[in-house]
Nanobody, 115 residues
Framework: QVQLVESGGGLVQAGGSLRLSCAAS????????MGWYRQAPGKQRELVAT???????EYTDSVKGRFTISRDNAKNTVSLQMNSAKPDDTAVYYC?????????WGQGTQVTVSS
């Protein structure tokens, strides 16, 4: 049974920092591409950042230079370090694991950035 469990969400002031983590089980974590997505109220879910099994990263333009995605294959975790948070970053953040056609999602964690 595949499980992706996010943690670390909460309330942060604009300009502040937050670190999200996602713990994976039931998959061979090191071969999966991992990603963070977010969905704000009334908006579609969007990609925030991804990291391949080899460690290559990509970011959506709005978070470049502020967010950093990383993975720890020994601990089966992927993290998202959020710095210089903005109110527009407010959303439910989801962890995603993908390998070919196999895609798994976490349940999400709420991030709220106050102005």
């Amino acid at each position: 049974q595949v499980q992706l469990v996010e943690s670390g969400g909460g309330l942060v002031q604009a300009g502040g920092s937050l670190r999200l983590s996602c713990a994976a089980s039931g998959i061979i974590f090191r071969v999966y591409a991992m990603g963070w997505y977010r969905q704000a109220p009334g908006k579609q879910r969007e990609l925030v950042a991804t990291i391949t099994s080899g460690g290559s990263t990509e970011y959506t333009d709005s978070v470049k230079g502020r967010f950093t995605i990383s993975r720890d294959n020994a601990k089966n975790t992927v993290s998202l370090q959020m710095n210089s948070a903005k109110p527009d970053d407010t959303a439910v953040y989801y962890c995603r694991a993908s390998l070919g056609s196999a895609v798994h999602w976490g349940q999400g964690t709420q991030v709220t950035v106050s102005s």
